[in-house]
């Protein structure tokens, strides 16, 4: 009967600690317990126990949905960190890769006489163009500009001095910082960008 009543302690001192108020717990006398007092408590602490106990279940359960949860966002940010670093690594290949094809189109454009290379410059991508002429020796950039139209030879001084990409340029020019150029071949009075 000792052992029963200290563990039934045990379970109201343990019940107690998961915040159940002390109104809730069975008055015990501090005199001899008669047996109907002992029953009674002894009814309320199995009533108390068994609380513990559901409580207990549910929040094992709530402890397995939480592993299961972070199991699961753990394996999202692996997934994700690994995205991340192919990504980096593709970025830092094109990269590379850019860098090398614009090299080798600098070698052949520095081994081209001005007036041929000046009217394919004319045709390729600004951002292409300024790369070239940003690796080039100032001598041929000034050559290759003299031999491009007046209209794209601005264009492209322009872009090349203010500059660093297109969509840079294309907002400069939206908000009125670039000036529009004129081309003589142009209807309409103003060159569209290349």
Do not use: H, W
């Not at 830092?92 to 081994?111: N, T």
């Not at 264009?155 to 939206?174: A, K, P, V």
Request: charged residues 40%; positive net charge; contains cysteine.
């Amino acid at each position: 009967m000792i052992k029963k009543i200290k563990l039934l302690f045990i379970l109201i001192l343990f019940y107690s600690q998961m915040s159940i108020k002390a109104e809730n717990l069975p008055n015990i006398p501090k005199n001899e317990l008669t047996a109907s007092e002992a029953m009674r408590i002894r009814d309320e602490l199995e009533l108390i126990r068994s609380d513990v106990e559901e409580k207990l279940v549910r929040l094992d359960e709530a402890k397995k949905t939480y592993d299961r949860s972070r199991l699961d966002i753990d394996t999202q940010l692996k997934k994700i960190e690994e995205e991340r670093r192919l990504l980096d690594e593709t970025l830092q290949k094109e990269k590379k890769l850019k860098e090398e094809r614009v090299k080798e189109a600098v070698e052949f454009v520095s081994k081209m006489e001005p007036r041929k290379v000046a009217p394919v410059m004319d045709t390729m991508d600004r951002d292409l163009v300024i790369a070239l002429l940003s690796r080039l020796p100032a001598r041929q950039v000034t050559k290759l500009l003299e031999n491009s139209t007046p209209a794209k030879a601005t264009q492209f001084l322009e872009y090349y001095t203010r500059i660093r990409s297109g969509r840079e340029f294309e907002m400069l020019r939206e908000l009125g910082l670039c000036a529009p150029y004129k081309d003589k071949n142009d209807n309409k009075g103003t060159a569209s960008p290349p």
